[in-house]
């Protein structure tokens, strides 16, 4: 069974930095795509930023670019998302989530391609 369990969610306040965890089991973790998404509270889930497969690449939404940074560690089957300099506006729930055929950029982006998904966990930041 697939298994992908984000950690390192909490409260903080604006300003503040966090770093989240996405641990995955039970799949071949270097031949996905791993991407962040998150919702916040009355929107819909949004691509925050995802990784090339041997981690090479990276890419992020325009929203986190400068702040947010992804990376792997396949000998662990992990990916992180660390966060800087957090606003009120990055309060979500946070998901990982595992792709095995996107190629392009803007496929990295396309929920529906995603084939495992975490739970979440919850990012709050404080005004």
């Known amino acids: 069974q697939v298994q992908l369990v984000e950690t390192g969610g909490g409260l903080v306040q604006a300003g503040d930095s966090l770093r989240v965890s996405c641990a995955a089991s039970?799949?071949?973790?270097?031949?996905?795509?791993m991407t962040w998404f998150r919702q916040a509270p009355g929107k819909e889930r949004e691509f925050v930023a995802a990784i090339s497969r041997n981690g090479g690449s990276t890419y992020y939404a325009d929203s986190v670019k400068g702040r947010f940074t992804i990376s792997r560690d396949n000998a662990k089957n992990t990916v992180y998302l660390q966060m800087n300099s957090l606003k009120p506006e990055d309060t979500a729930v946070y998901a990982c989530?595992?792709?095995?055929?996107?190629?392009?950029?803007?496929?990295?982006?396309?929920?529906?391609?995603?084939?495992?998904w975490g739970q979440g966990t919850r990012v709050t930041v404080s005004s």
């Open positions: 039970g799949l071949a973790f270097g031949s996905y795509v």
């Open positions: 989530a595992a792709a095995r055929t996107p190629t392009t950029v803007y496929e990295f982006t396309q929920q529906h391609l995603y084939n495992y």
